[in-house]
């Protein structure tokens, strides 16, 4: 009975750190995606009445992430400064969007 117990504590706590020191990674199905759905919709968005440069699809945001992040970086009233007519996307966010890239830009 204690060897069942010992055994189940063990087990536990090398699950508990590895959970601790695992990092999530940041996808675009997850993260990036439903902040730019909202964020830049419906201008970036054709099948929305878009006009401008689409951003519908992994392959528009993964081809076009540097401008991007330069743009958002921006404060309101610089020219370039997206998301326009809206506010300023949080420094978390836009750190989230920065980590997408640096990571590899992973689906």
């Known amino acids: 009975m204690v060897a069942i117990g010992g055994t189940f504590l063990f087990t536990y706590c090398s699950s508990s750190k ?14 990036i995606q439903p902040i730019v759905s909202v964020q830049c919709s419906p201008c970036h968005f054709p099948s929305r009445d878009g006009k401008k440069a689409s951003l519908e699809t ?6 076009q992430i540097n401008d991007i992040i330069r743009r958002i970086e921006l404060y309101p009233g610089t020219k370039g ?3 326009m007519k809206k506010a300023r996307l949080s ?5 989230l969007f920065k980590t997408w890239k640096d990571e590899g830009m992973g689906k």
């Open 18 to 31: 590895k959970a601790a020191g695992s990092k999530q990674t940041i996808s675009y199905a997850q993260h």
């Open 58 to 63: 992994y392959d528009d945001v993964s081809m």
């Open 81 to 83: 400064y997206m998301p």
């Open 91 to 95: 420094d978390s966010t836009i750190a």
